[in-house]
Structure formats: structure tokens, C-alpha cells
């Protein structure tokens, strides 16, 4: 892929009152599940062919694993709270487009159109959120990391010194802090940006590990499964909302297009694929492994076997390759905010190794992928793919006069977002300091 106005696809400086991404300069592809947070290529004058690969690469992440855990949580009646979840962030994303076309001058990135809306304010608001959503899938990325690597390798450990040992979950987590650490020093992340596009790969290969268990293993015919789990609803529709999350990259796509008058088409192809592979993956995980079934459904695997193997080191390089690509523009805003020289390498390397340090402890705390994941899902997500798009597009177009009807669509929808955001908020944290 090439880039007219770079050599090298490079991360922009981002700080809390710039956009995170820069039309026309090179950007690392990154998702939040991702979602979500994610950041890709900008090319000028991207075919439609090309941008709907890039942003099916931006919406689908990490979020893939936890679907049939969200299933499980929310019985099979939660699969018609997706497709309503799909919908609505697929509506969302078109208003997110007509801001755009408010000031296509003036709005090139989400914190430009939080600032159209709202002036400095809200491109704060906006900003400051989707920093503490790459923070927080930073520290999924090693969770992940963790679970997974512990999963393929099981009974590791590493006597240090003093008597203290490392083993288990934490000391991959702390292994794949090493490795994430030396690329946070790079200031060219092009490389990283081009092995990061695997996700979609690593999403086929999941879905083709399931299917390859049904058959040669447990079979899809599991019958502890639930229709409908009221308690379990806020989990399920947080972990759906992660599933959709990939707004605060859809201004730098539009702009990024040859002729954004077909991205709302791009959009709808997108989200279908997204949504089929998501429901492929939620349907056969909780067929075979039911209400057993795990936060990441990789760890259900049995052990051993090729095709858990594959999954398991599919699913683990995408995180490895885009920690870096999140957690640099966390770095950039922390040196903007206190007036480093920016490019300064001391100070670069003194900042990426605390923010690397702080994400692994944090990991290493966290007991519980889904929980964590519907906390981002329920919160961030919701925010993101909700609450803002529909408030500034309300607050935009106050004034040239908006339909009745689309009034009352746009007022439902936030009232689902902030219904979704203090009931998943809540519950989730319930969840995760339960577990303390």
C-alpha cells in the first residue's frame, strides 16, 4: 500500500487538543475492539475497494473473541440486541459523516467535529476519551497476551531473584510487556502498522478453529444453553458495543476517500461483514461450549491440538504488533502536556517504559478479559458510538433545522446509549471488583 504524501507510514504527535490521526500523513493501523480507538493509513484518494478493507479492518478486533462469551452471558435472545447494536452504530457512523460534511474544511478527525459541536471543549472531551479507551485496550492487548500464552504453555515459571517466582498468566504478561517495550521506541512504526492488518486473518482463522472443534470434538449440540439471561444483558451489550467500535477512525477514512459520497456504502458493507463474522464465531462458540464457554473462547480449545495452536498464535500477534500503535499517542499527549521537546529520545523512552510498566501492572491485576472488555464496551464504546455522534450532530444542525422524526430516533438512541452506559458501567465494575 502506498501513501502519496510519505515515505513511511509514520504515527502523527497527537496531544488531548489535537486529532489523533492527520489526513495525509501516514498513520499506524490499530483497532480498538477495538473497538474501536483504531488508527489506519490515510491515503489520498483511497478506492472503494480499498477503504472498505480498511475499515473492516478497523472495526473488526479483539472483541470477536468474547461474542460467544457474550452470548452466554445474554442467552441466544441477546443475538437481536447485536443486530440492534449493529444498527445503530451503522446509523451512528452515518451522522458522523454528515458532521463531516458541515465544514469539510474545518473537520478532518472526531476531535475536529467535537470542537465544531462544542468548541475547545468538546474536542477535549472527545479527545481525553478515546486517550483513556487506546489506555485501557492497551491493557486488554496484555490480558490477552497473558491468558493465552498461559493457555499454550501451561506450568511456566521463572524463579527470580530474592525467592519470588513468576509463573502463570503474570509472567507472560510481563514477557509480552518486553517485547511491546522496545517498539515503543521506535519513531517509525510503519512496519508495525503493515503486520497489525493480520486481524483479519486472525478473525478467519478463529472462526475456522471453531469450527474445526465442532466436528473433530465436542460437536454443536450443547444443551445447557440459555434463551434469554436478564442478568446477564448489561455484559452481553457492553461486549457488543466493542464489537462495533471503530468511529473515532471513520473521519480520517471518509477523508481518505477518492469519493466519499459512497461512505455510507462503505459503512454498510463493513458492518455486515463485521456482524456475520461476529454472529459466525458468537453461534458456534456457544453451540459447542455453552454456558462453560470462556471470556476469550480460545481458552476453551483443548490443549494440545494443531488447530488450538494456530488460533492461540494467530489471535497473539495482532496485540503484539499494535500495542505500540495505541500506546504512542498516549506517549505524544503526556509529552506535549508537559512541554518535553518533542522527538526527544530520553524522554520518549522514559515515558513509553512507564506507560508500558503501568499497563502490565494493571494487567496483571485484572482478573477477568470479559469483565474488563465490558467495562470499555459499556463506558468508552457506548460514548463513542452513541452519545457523541448523536450530540453533535444534533448540536450542528440545531440551527439549519432537523425533522421530527429523526429527532425522536436520534433522542431513543441516546436514551439506549445512556441506558446501556450506566447499567453495563455498573455492572461491570461490580464484576471486576468482585473478583478482588
Not at 272 to 284: E, I, K, P, Q, R
Request: charged residues 10%; proline residues 4%; glycine residues 10%.
Amino acid at each position: 500500500m502506498e501513501d502519496k504524501n510519505a515515505c513511511a507510514a509514520v504515527l502523527p504527535v497527537s496531544t488531548l487538543t489535537e486529532p489523533l490521526l492527520l489526513p495525509g500523513k501516514g498513520a499506524g493501523l490499530a483497532t480498538a475492539d477495538d473497538p474501536e480507538a483504531a488508527q489506519l493509513p490515510s491515503y489520498g484518494g483511497a478506492s472503494f475497494s480499498r477503504t472498505c478493507l480498511n475499515l473492516t479492518n478497523a472495526v473488526s478486533g479483539i472483541g470477536v473473541l468474547s461474542m460467544p462469551y457474550a452470548v452466554a452471558q445474554g442467552g441466544w435472545l441477546s443475538l437481536a440486541l447485536f443486530a440492534l447494536v449493529g444498527a445503530l452504530c451503522y446509523y451512528t457512523g452515518t451522522l458522523i459523516e454528515r458532521c463531516m460534511r458541515a465544514d469539510p474544511g474545518a473537520v478532518a478527525s472526531y476531535p475536529d467535529i467535537g470542537e465544531l459541536a462544542f468548541g475547545s471543549a468538546g474536542r477535549s472531551a472527545v479527545a481525553a476519551f478515546m486517550y483513556v479507551e487506546l489506555y485501557l485496550v492497551a491493557i486488554s492487548f496484555l490480558v490477552l497476551e497473558g491468558d493465552n500464552l498461559d493457555k499454550l504453555f501451561p506450568g511456566a515459571r521463572v524463579e527470580l531473584l530474592g525467592g519470588y517466582n513468576l509463573q502463570g498468566k503474570q509472567l507472560f504478561i510481563a514477557l509480552a510487556a518486553a517485547v511491546v517495550l522496545p517498539t515503543m521506541w521506535l519513531k517509525n512504526l510503519g512496519v508495525l502498522a503493515y503486520v497489525s492488518a493480520v486481524g483479519l486473518v486472525a478473525s478467519a482463522v478463529l472462526t475456522a478453529s471453531l469450527v474445526w472443534a465442532g466436528v473433530a470434538e465436542t460437536g454443536f449440540h450443547r444443551n445447557n444453553t440459555s434463551a434469554l439471561n436478564l442478568s446477564g444483558l448489561p455484559t452481553s451489550l457492553g461486549l457488543y458495543f466493542v464489537c462495533f467500535t471503530g468511529h473515532a477512525v471513520f473521519p480520517t477514512i471518509y477523508s481518505s476517500m477518492k469519493n466519499n459520497k459512497h461512505f455510507s456504502r462503505v459503512l454498510l458493507i463493513s458492518s455486515v461483514l463485521c456482524s456475520v463474522n461476529y454472529g459466525l464465531t458468537a453461534v458456534l462458540g456457544y453451540m459447542i461450549y455453552g454456558d462453560g464457554v470462556q471470556s476469550q473462547v480460545t481458552l476453551n480449545l483443548p490443549s494440545g491440538k494443531l488447530y488450538t495452536k494456530v488460533a492461540i498464535l494467530t489471535t497473539i500477534i495482532n496485540p503484539l504488533a499494535k500495542y505500540a500503535l495505541l500506546a504512542v499517542p498516549i506517549t505524544a499527549a503526556i509529552e506535549e502536556k508537559f512541554s518535553l521537546p518533542a522527538g526527544s529520545g530520553p524522554a520518549r523512552v522514559s515515558i513509553s517504559t512507564v506507560v508500558v510498566v503501568s499497563t502490565a501492572v494493571v494487567a496483571s491485576t485484572v482478573p477477568f478479559f470479559g469483565y474488563l472488555m465490558s467495562f470499555i464496551g459499556s463506558f468508552l464504546s457506548v460514548m463513542a458510538t452513541v452519545i457523541f455522534p448523536c450530540l453533535c450532530f444534533l448540536k450542528i444542525y440545531k440551527a439549519e433545522g432537523i425533522r421530527r422524526i429523526e429527532i425522536a430516533a436520534i433522542t431513543g438512541i441516546l436514551m439506549i446509549g445512556v441506558f446501556v452506559a450506566v447499567t453495563g458501567t455498573y455492572t461491570s465494575l461490580q464484576q471486576i471488583i468482585g473478583t478482588f
